[in-house]
């Protein structure tokens, strides 16, 4: 029974061996492969490739920031290129979250309004009379004209009627935002004709001058009305 046991001892030590020699040779040779496998040529994706070197190339690429003209220590609003008058000024960004047809149409509208406002305030200061003159008007300046004539009911008709303007120029306004090809501003009113007959280059020039001027009226009107409201004299309000 003893010699039984040592032989089954022997059969089994035997095939342990074999097992391990076995084990031992299949990892050298998955180490040779691997090996052999480094120095092989690896195939790629040229078109992959080139794509990931593109990408990498405009990550590393430096982003050029265009200063603004105006405020040269602020970066200059992209959606103003390309619009007559600009000069990168637009500190608050609405330019950024506003449509730049809807913000040039107002401008253009105040500036106009702006131009018209300065002309009629100093008008009156220097003696200008629109006759048949009323009664109620007798010695108006342009400050004191305002509670005067919402007492005599003419600030009312202004009211009515640039309100009525208001809201024709509004559905206009709503039509060039849907796409109706008209020009923001441009109403075709040229009764003189100053662009007639103008190159494009002309025409951008009279466009710039109305702009330029009324962005110029809106300033001296706020000043003007202050002026003459801390003078409380004629023009020129010193």
Known sequence: ?????????????????????????????????????AFAPVP????????????DAAVEA?????????????????NLEGYVGDFGFDPLRFSDFVPMDFLREAELKHGRQAMLAWTGFCAVDMGFRIYPFPEAYEGLSSVTAHD???????????????GLAEVISTISLVQMMEGSGRKAGDYGLDPLGFLAGKSDEDRREMELKELQNGRLAMMAFSGVVTQAVLTQGPFPYV
């Open 1 to 37: 029974h003893l010699l039984r046991l040592r032989c089954n001892a022997l059969i089994l030590l035997s095939k342990l061996e074999i097992i391990l020699n076995i084990t031992m040779k299949l990892s050298i040779l998955a180490s040779i492969l691997s090996s052999a496998a």
């Open 148 to 162: 005067a004539l919402v007492e005599q009911g003419g600030m009312s008709q202004i009211f009515l009627w640039i």
């Open 62 to 78: 430096p982003v050029e920031i265009k200063m603004s003209e105006s405020l040269p220590f602020m970066e200059k609003p992209p």
């Open 44 to 55: 790629t994706n040229n078109v992959a490739l080139s794509a990931l070197k593109d990408a």
